[in-house]
């Protein structure tokens, strides 16, 4: 079993940068594909960034492409997600995600194991 806890939210203005964390327990991570998700309370949970396992290509929705870096610290066991120039329509709760193939689909349903969630809210 993997365990994945968020870490990283909160309340920033819009243009400021966040990063949030996500660190596993259970197993090492770094064989598996890594995605960031989010959700606004009424719609449906979406796919924001991912990676492959060790070395592999990453993902971006096109909302976030150049604003966005994904990346992981196998050492520490660690996937981020940094934001940049944020926009309040970045508002939402962040999930990590861990699957134990490649990334295929890129929806909530391919992935295995979730976190509870950070809360990132920006203002306008």
């Known amino acids: 079993q993997v365990q994945l806890v968020e870490s990283g939210g909160g309340l920033v203005q819009a243009g400021d940068s966040l990063r949030l964390s996500c660190a596993g327990s259970g197993r090492s991570l770094r064989p598996y594909a890594m995605g960031w998700f989010r959700q606004v309370p009424g719609k449906a949970r979406e796919f924001v960034a991912g990676m492959n396992g060790i070395g592999g290509s990453t993902f971006y929705v096109d909302s976030v492409k150049g604003r966005f870096a994904i990346s992981r610290d196998n050492a520490k066991n660690t996937l981020y997600l940094q934001m940049n120039s944020l926009r309040p329509e970045d508002t939402a709760v962040y999930y990590c995600?861990?699957?134990?193939?490649?990334?295929?689909?890129?929806?909530?349903?391919?992935?295995?194991?979730w976190g509870k969630g950070t809360l990132v809210t920006v203002s306008s």
């Open positions: 995600a861990a699957r134990g193939r490649v990334l295929t689909a890129l929806i909530p349903s391919d992935m295995d194991y």
